[in-house]
T-cell receptor, first 112, second 119 residues
Framework: DAKTTQPNSMESNEEEPVHLPCNHS???????IHWYRQLPSQGPEYVIH???SNVNNRMASLAIAEDRKSSTLILHRATLRDAAVYYC?????????????FGKGTLLTVNP | DSGVTQTPKHLITATGQRVTLRCSPR?????VYWYQQSLDQGLQFLIH???????AKGNILERFSAQQFPDLHSELNLSSLELGDSALYFC??????????????????FGPGTRLTVL
């Protein structure tokens, strides 16, 4: 199974951009890259996902390397509410069965 | 509030016992997922149901089972409980627009979780 590697923790200052990296060197051609985050004492919530092209939504941007072996979640202006554990996830959809690989997650601290 | 409800919020039981966790998905969502989150294992996917049928299994133990009922609510049954089963159990739901074949195309909405403590 393809695995992901993320830094255990990162720090940022409020109002500054944050780049959260994820390595997935064994990613296969059919693996989708998803990012979820988990705020303190809450369930995870969807952030963004992509396959090959960079993606933008109202929460964040996802930059995917050309060889797809790494990706970066970009929070353009971090706020205190962005403090959470960010999970980089690969989804391999092998037909009706699929495998999910969770990274350990990156704990993002946002300083005021 | 995600619209996904889970009961009970907390559950304390003894080793060897059996418990049932319940999940009500968001109105209209056809897919339900179960996850386990523990300090040492992190967040792990357990199982996915779409419209009453099992779609995929993750790291679910044989002592655990789940089902999704006609009204689309789901139950996760944990039996012969061990100390290591103590964890936060999350349920999530999604629309299931793709018929459950590619569930993660759909945004998943997570419930608040059930904290299980096995003594």
């Amino acid at each position: 199974d393809a695995k992901t590697t993320q830094p255990n923790s990162m720090e940022s200052n409020e109002e500054e951009p944050v780049h959260l990296p994820c390595n997935h060197s064994t990613i296969s051609g059919t693996d989708y890259i998803h990012w979820y985050r988990q705020l303190p004492s809450q369930g995870p919530e969807y952030v963004i996902h992509g396959l090959t092209s960079n993606v933008n939504n109202r929460m964040a941007s996802l930059a995917i390397a050309e060889d797809r072996k790494s990706s970066t979640l970009i929070l353009h202006r971090a706020t205190l509410r962005d403090a959470a554990v960010y999970y980089c996830i690969l989804l391999n959809s092998g037909g009706s069965n699929y495998k999910l690989t969770f990274g350990k997650g990156t704990l993002l601290t946002v300083n005021p | 509030d995600s619209g996904v409800t889970q009961t009970p919020k907390h559950l304390i039981t003894a080793t060897g016992q059996r418990v049932t966790l319940r999940c009500s998905p968001r109105s209209g969502d056809l897919s339900v997922y179960w996850y386990q989150q523990s300090l040492d294992q992190g967040l792990q996917f357990l199982i996915h149901y779409y419209n009453g049928e099992e779609r995929a299994k993750g790291n679910i133990l044989e002592r655990f089972s789940a089902q999704q009922f006609p009204d689309l609510h789901s139950e996760l049954n944990l039996s012969s409980l061990e100390l290591g089963d103590s964890a936060l159990y999350f349920c999530a739901s999604s629309e299931g627009l793709t018929g459950g074949a590619l569930p993660w195309w759909d945004t998943q909405y997570f419930g608040p979780g059930t904290r299980l403590t096995v003594l």
